[in-house]
């Protein structure tokens, strides 16, 4: 129990240490936990910790991820996405893996041991690439989502690989080994000695594994209500986590026993329930483990570096990690062609997805086990799977302040000719500015609107709507839209600092200028009247006062009066804010601005007790709105 408490405090002091200060200097959470993982490992290898253990286990966490991730995604999406799946991921596992063949032959090796180098080292770090873009808010991109299609697709080529690689051993006359192989191959690469198909030939096999995936679509679509029901009569949180837990561990473990990976069946077990009405219970159940146990497999990737090893070749190393990561790029730079990816997202894509992948270190084992490579071999070849993942946050980093910027300053795609003279200008054409749109267009107003994502802008011009690609931030390409001679600017993108970028410079350029901006908290309202907007909506603040117009009037309220005493509470909330609005700092969060606390600590009462009069007085009919 000792050694289990210390080993877990060692683990938790480093990343609660290491990456807050990694994120304080924008390097990110993965990189974090990398380093902490580096600078433990001498305390782990003193202590005789088995870091690949733990790793196996910290695993789960990428099973968790991409069930996450399935919630996100609705079946009609999925089906949608099946040209970039076969295209695009297809198109990158095999060409990268037919190039790192051909760079292995060229140095001297078989085509065997070519072709299982080119297979292992064609995948890509799932947990690494889906997390960072999950904290930069770029799984939605054009790049974001290619890359989730490229590490998708590499999770489903993890289960004909299996089959494959142990064939590389074998002489052509054992070739009707391949169902045992294949088995065999499931079990090794999921750490399990137990199988549902051991022994059954290719057919039977086949019926096993379509068995349990029809187990699992059909379980989540009819058993998740009626069990999470049975569970809600306790009324116990926990119950609901640990059945959050039992439902995830249990379809990996299905999918283990039939050589399945168990990240891909999770991942279509999340598809299933995409449109469950427990998705959002399970998601906020199973989203702290799936944190931690990903922290923990980052650390163990920095403290399983070997550096006895890496010392020893360290150019050689280096050459062949650089040397794949600049292949790996140029593979998907050329893809991103094919299927218009194009400006910063091509890149995006491109550097997230060069290095190898958490699954490299169980294919590299399983390769030395069924004598396909040599062990010295695999060994250089784990340092080289290791430190392309311990570079990755490097390139993000890379993206995030070089290539990103250069881009938004001289976007590949030229920005659309601007009509040049609007008398209402909308920033964004997502589900608010959209909107707004199709209200001034209907009320009879002809207006502009630029929106940066080139495929929302497709869509749209398949349904006659008119949009215009570009940057709103851009201060030129403003200008080019007519913004000098606009009444009205709109600014509804979906992006707190650009807002905050586009408010700034249109108040500051155009005082005579109507801006609209939209905010997406409280707290937003308060940056956004500091920089001298004074239009500001909030984006979820009329739809909430209408849902408590609704609950008044379904409490036996009549309209009416329902109506006036939401008015009497948007009144009463106004003015608290905009005495708020004086003590508020920007860049200090609320609860840390003494100021802040203390003003609303004094408003808070006083405010209570005038509304609760207001409702009262309307509920007698002597109430009347003070004028504005």
């Known amino acids: 129990m000792t050694d289990f408490l210390l080993l877990a405090f060692i683990f938790l002091i480093a990343g609660v240490i290491a990456v807050p200060i990694a994120s304080r200097l924008g390097l990110g959470s993965v990189l974090g936990y990398l380093i902490a993982g580096i600078v433990i490992s001498p305390i782990l290898a003193l202590l005789q910790v088995d870091v690949v253990s733990i790793q196996h286990f910290a695993e789960f966490g990428v099973v968790m991820m991409l069930f996450l991730v399935g919630l996100e995604l609705q079946p009609k999406a999925l089906w949608e996405m099946r040209g970039q799946l076969i295209g695009l991921g ?24 070519a072709l299982a180098v080119g297979l292992v080292f064609s995948l890509s770090s799932t947990a690494i690439v889906l997390q960072t873009l999950g904290e930069k808010g770029l799984l939605k991109s054009d790049g974001g989502q290619g890359s989730f299609s490229v590490l998708l697709t590499q999770d489903i080529a993890v289960i004909p690989m299996l089959a494959l690689l142990p064939l590389l051993a074998l002489a052509p006359e054992a070739a009707h080994g391949v169902a045992e192989a ?24 086949a019926l096993v594994t379509l068995g349990a995936v029809g187990a699992v679509v059909v379980g989540g679509s009819f058993l998740t209500g009626p ?12 119950l609901f986590t640990a059945t959050a837990l039992m439902l995830v561990i249990g379809i990996a473990l299905l999918m283990s026993l039939v050589g399945l990976s168990p990240a891909l069946g999770t991942f279509l077990a999340g598809v299933v329930l995409a449109n469950s009405a427990y998705r959002h219970e399970l998601e906020s159940d199973i989203d702290p483990f799936r944190g931690l146990l990903l922290g923990l497999f980052f650390m163990t990737v920095g403290a399983g570096v070997n550096f006895t090893l ?36 091509k890149w995006l894509m491109a550097l997230g997805l060069a290095q190898a992948g958490e699954f490299g270190f169980v294919l590299l084992s399983f390769t030395v086990a069924s004598n396909v490579l040599p062990q010295a071999l695999a060994d250089l070849l784990l340092l080289v799977v290791a430190l392309s993942m311990l570079l990755t946050p490097a390139l993000f980093i890379l993206y995030d302040r070089v290539i990103a910027p250069r881009y938004a300053a001289t976007e590949e795609r030229a920005a659309d000719e601007m009509p040049g003279k609007t008398k209402v200008l909308i920033a964004g054409a997502g589900r608010m500015g959209g909107l707004v749109d199709r209200i001034l267009r209907a009320g009879g107003y002809e207006t502009t609107v630029i929106d940066y994502n080139s495929r929302r802008l497709t869509i749209m011009e398949r349904f006659g709507v008119k949009n215009y690609f570009g940057d709103a931030r851009r201060a030129d390409l403003l200008h080019a839209a007519g913004i000098a001679e606009a009444d009205i600017l709109v600014v509804a993108i979906d992006d707190r600092e650009g807002i905050d970028q586009i408010v700034r410079h249109a108040v500051e350029t155009y005082p005579k200028l109507h801006v609209i901006a939209r905010a997406l908290d409280r707290d937003h309202v308060y940056d956004l009247w500091y920089a001298g907007c004074r239009d500001i909506i909030r984006e979820t603040y009329d739809s909430s006062l209408r849902i408590g117009r609704s609950a008044f ?4 309220v009549p309209r009416d009066q329902a109506q006036a005493m939401i008015d009497a509470f948007r009144a009463r909330d106004a003015s608290a804010m905009l005495m708020i609005a004086e003590v508020h700092k920007v860049g200090v969060a609320p609860h840390e601005n003494e ?23 309307i509920r007698d009919g002597t109430w009347s709105p003070a004028p504005e």
């Open 90 to 113: 297809g198109g990158q596992v095999v060409l990268t893996a037919m190039a790192v063949m051909a760079v292995c032959v060229a140095l001297g090796q078989t085509w065997q041991v």
């Open 182 to 205: 294949a088995a065999h191959g499931a079990d090794e690469a999921h750490g399990s000695g137990m199988s549902l198909v051991a022994g059954l030939n290719g057919w039977q096999t």
């Open 227 to 238: 069990i999470f029901r049975f569970i809600a009569v306790a009324n116990l949180r926990e």
């Open 310 to 345: 890496l010392g020893q070749n360290l150019l050689l190393v280096l050459g062949m990690t650089l040397g794949l990561m600049v292949l790996k790029t140029a593979v998907l730079i050329a893809l991103a062609y094919v299927f218009r990816i194009r400006g910063a997202d």
């Open 553 to 556: 009037e379904a409490l036996g």
């Open 595 to 617: 100021a802040y606390v203390a003003k609303v600590r004094e408003l808070g009462p006083q405010w209570e007790a005038a509304l609760a009069g207001d409702m009262s007085a």
